[in-house]
């Protein structure tokens, strides 16, 4: 065979797998788009509602402001629900945490919340401690406690924030950022404070909670 025969044939056959190989790359991103452009469409017929919060119960053991140091203690414990509205989504919670905020300043640490699925129209609650040990507050935080007892009732906000992923079939999605917010309201007993106790605190009614994903 002459150079020239050699060298047409080379340049036939690779123009000819250049020529598959770029059908091949074609044929697989083709497949890729349509999976995803199902999933969006699945996506967007069943669009996740968020989950709904609800406050079912609060007890403040402890809520003391120290004058003059603006430091205040809390110790208190809240029961928390929460449940799936979706039919066909389910939820993973990868990270939950609750905390107690009272005059928009945080006033507990957070306590973390056990974590998992919560499948279809599934109820968890959780009934955690929040504990804040001498947290540092703004000096007016002191004439909101005044006007609080006063009033003979206390607002304190629970907290919860953390990540969740919706799971649709097989196909669970990235992470996303929840935020809840129960406003928990409180009457303040003057009459067990009289003799110099602290005084205390009472539920007035469960609550349902704002809730941003």
Not at 49 to 63: N, T
Not at 106 to 119: A, D, F, H, K, M
Not at 131 to 150: H, K, R
Request: aromatic share 14%.
């Amino acid at each position: 065979m002459s150079a020239k025969g050699c060298s047409h044939h080379h340049g036939h056959s690779y123009w000819h797998w250049k020529k598959r190989y770029r059908y091949i790359f074609f044929g697989a991103l083709s497949f890729i788009i349509l999976v995803l452009l199902a999933i969006f469409i699945i996506w967007l017929v069943l669009r996740p509602s968020k989950p709904s919060f609800y406050l079912q119960d609060a007890s403040i053991a402890q809520f003391n402001f120290t004058a003059g140091t603006n430091l205040l203690t809390a110790i208190m414990q809240v029961t928390v629900s929460s449940r799936n509205p979706n039919d066909r989504i389910g939820i993973y919670y990868d990270k939950l945490d609750a905390f107690a905020v009272y005059q928009e300043q945080r006033v507990t640490t957070s306590t973390e919340l056990p974590t998992g699925y919560q499948g279809h129209n599934d109820v968890v609650v959780w009934s955690p401690y929040l504990y804040g040990a001498a947290v540092p507050v703004t000096p007016y935080l002191s004439v909101a406690l005044d006007q609080a007892n006063a009033a003979g009732l206390l607002l304190v906000d629970i907290n919860v924030e953390g990540r969740l992923r919706w799971k649709v079939g097989t196909w669970t999605s990235g992470h996303y950022h929840i935020h809840v917010s129960c406003p928990a309201f409180m009457a303040i007993d003057h009459g067990s404070g009289s003799n110099g106790d602290a005084p205390s605190f009472h539920f007035q009614h469960a609550t349902w909670c704002s809730v941003d994903v």
